[in-house]
């Protein structure tokens, strides 16, 4: 079935640093992906999407490219912030379902250190 | 505009007692999803509502039942409530099952079974 993989346990880094959190799919034809943030004690919010092979979601200086050769939808930022501290998903809604469901992936906490 | 609302916020539960979680949206959106969140396991669906009136099981529809009898309002209720069911729940909305359209989520009630 549709399924997502973020790769494993949190991420810490310090302030400024480059940040780049992998993630993988397994879909039939062509999903749309998305990241979506969580910050401390909220619901999930969108960062960014991208629906067809080669698009490239940003926001916020997080970008992601849609790989369909490697099937993958890392997300990047150059210069994170504290405020970049939270956790990550990454998800896709598979082509063709007629409701919209999300596959996500199991997150990232990332924490920002001054 | 609140976007997408869950009352209550927290709840403590016995087993076996029954509760019912509130979804509300204003934004007018076909589509309203409950999503049970885990430690290291994402999001995962339980139930979701194509239109009002219509209800489907998602991934983990066991242990729960859903009712949409108005369009912005999507109830999730737990019968016999168990331990496993300790869980963050989110409830989500969205305008059209098309790809790239993305899901607003709630701020979340956390449950606590004892």
């Known amino acids: 079935g549709d399924s997502v993989t973020q790769m494993e346990g949190p991420v810490t880094l310090s302030e400024e640093a480059f940040l780049t959190i992998n993630c993988t799919y397994t879909?039939?034809?062509?999903?749309?992906l998305f990241w979506y943030v969580q910050y401390p004690g909220e619901g999930l919010q969108l960062l960014l999407k991208a629906t067809k092979a080669d698009d490239k979601g940003s926001n916020k200086g997080f970008e992601a490219t849609y790989r369909k050769e490697t099937t993958s939808f890392h997300l990047e930022k150059g210069s994170v912030q504290v405020s970049d501290s939270a956790v990550y998903f990454c998800?896709?809604?598979?082509?063709?379902?007629?409701?919209?469901?999300?596959?996500f992936g199991k997150g990232n906490q990332v924490v920002v250190i001054p | 505009n609140a976007g997408v609302t869950q009352t209550p916020k927290f709840r403590v539960l016995k087993t076996g007692q029954s509760m019912t979680l509130l979804c509300a949206q204003d934004m007018n959106h076909e589509y309203m999803y409950w999503y049970r969140q885990d430690p290291g396991m994402g999001l995962r669906l339980i139930h979701y509502?194509?239109?009002?009136?219509?209800?489907a099981k998602g991934e983990v529809p066991d242990g729960y039942n859903v009712s949409r009898l108005k369009k912005q309002n999507f109830l999730l209720g737990l019968e016999s409530a168990a331990p496993s069911q300790t869980s963050v729940y989110f409830c989500?909305?969205?305008?059209?099952?098309?790809?790239?359209?993305?899901?607003?989520f709630g701020p979340g009630t956390r449950l606590t079974v004892t």
């Open positions: 509502s194509v239109g009002e009136g219509t209800t």
């Open positions: 989500a909305s969205s305008y059209s099952p098309g790809q790239g359209y993305e899901q607003y």
């Open positions: 998800a896709l809604s598979p082509r063709g379902y007629g409701n919209n469901r999300l596959a």
């Open positions: 879909a039939t034809g062509y999903p749309s």
